[in-house]
């Protein structure tokens, strides 16, 4: 039987294996033992860096699953990821951060630095957004939630527009998931090696390239 909890719940800084992410983001150890399959698509070999104030997110997923790719001198990887996904959401305050190291021509290490949404009225909004998260710590409150249920039955029949597995990844129907009507996530940050949406709004956006180590958090 799934082990379910009704209501708002709160939850500060808790165990990866319930926790959602952020640009996206776990019940990464129980969906890879139950056999959660690789997604379709290549990721790079460099992990990135997320920080945001706040992120809402409506039609809250979560399961687990492995990111393929290749490392940085070209040898097969694969990591274990908890993909969590929103059918809308909105990001206020987003830095984003990739450190790509040990380039020539004397340059060492170069870091870019992605920001939006730091305005508190025009958030950085998605829609269909999944995340493929590594590492992550935040507050979290959760709007009906429903733990341990099946990942092939995820998406809710009584609520159109509700999401599921993330189109071009695979996982197990049997596996372990999580499912709430909203979550709501503050003081975030993450480590993610994939983030897809439908659309991506990113207003006040501000891109810079910095020599050195120059990441979000």
């Given at each position: 039987m799934s082990s379910q909890v009704r209501g708002g719940t709160r939850w500060k800084r808790?165990?990866?294996?319930?926790?959602?992410?952020?640009?996206?983001?776990?019940?990464?150890?129980?969906?890879?033992?139950?056999?959660?399959?690789?997604?379709?698509?290549?990721?790079?070999?460099?992990?990135f860096k997320v920080r945001t104030d706040k992120l809402v997110g409506e039609d809250f997923v979560q399961y687990g699953s492995v990111a393929v790719g290749k490392d940085l001198n070209?040898?097969?990887?694969?990591?274990?990821?908890?993909?969590?996904?929103?059918?809308?959401?909105t990001i206020t305050n987003m830095c984003q951060s990739v450190v790509t190291p040990n380039l020539p021509f004397g340059l060492g290490s170069v870091s870019l630095k992605l920001k939006a949404g730091t305005d508190p009225d025009k958030p950085v909004v998605a829609t269909n957004l999944y995340l493929d998260v590594s590492q992550l710590d935040a507050d979290a409150e959760f709007k009906n939630i429903d733990i341990g249920v099946a990942a092939g039955s995820l998406k809710k029949e009584n609520k159109p527009g509700?999401?599921?597995?993330?189109p071009g990844t695979q996982a197990r129907e049997e596996g372990f998931a999580q499912r709430a009507d909203e979550a709501v996530l503050t003081d975030?940050?993450?480590?993610?090696?994939?983030?897809?949406?439908?659309?991506?709004?990113?207003?006040?956006?501000?891109?810079?390239?910095?020599?050195?180590?120059?990441?979000?958090?």
């Open positions: 808790f165990a990866l294996v319930m926790v959602p992410s952020v640009v996206a983001t776990a019940a990464v150890g129980v969906g890879l033992a139950q056999g959660a399959l690789a997604a379709s698509f290549s990721v790079s070999g460099q992990s070209g040898k097969n990887a694969a990591h274990p990821v908890a993909v969590s996904g929103f059918s809308k959401a509700s999401i599921g597995i993330q975030v940050k993450q480590t993610a090696w994939a983030t897809t949406a439908g659309t991506f709004k990113l207003s006040n956006l501000s891109l810079r390239l910095h020599k050195g180590v120059e990441e979000c958090f």
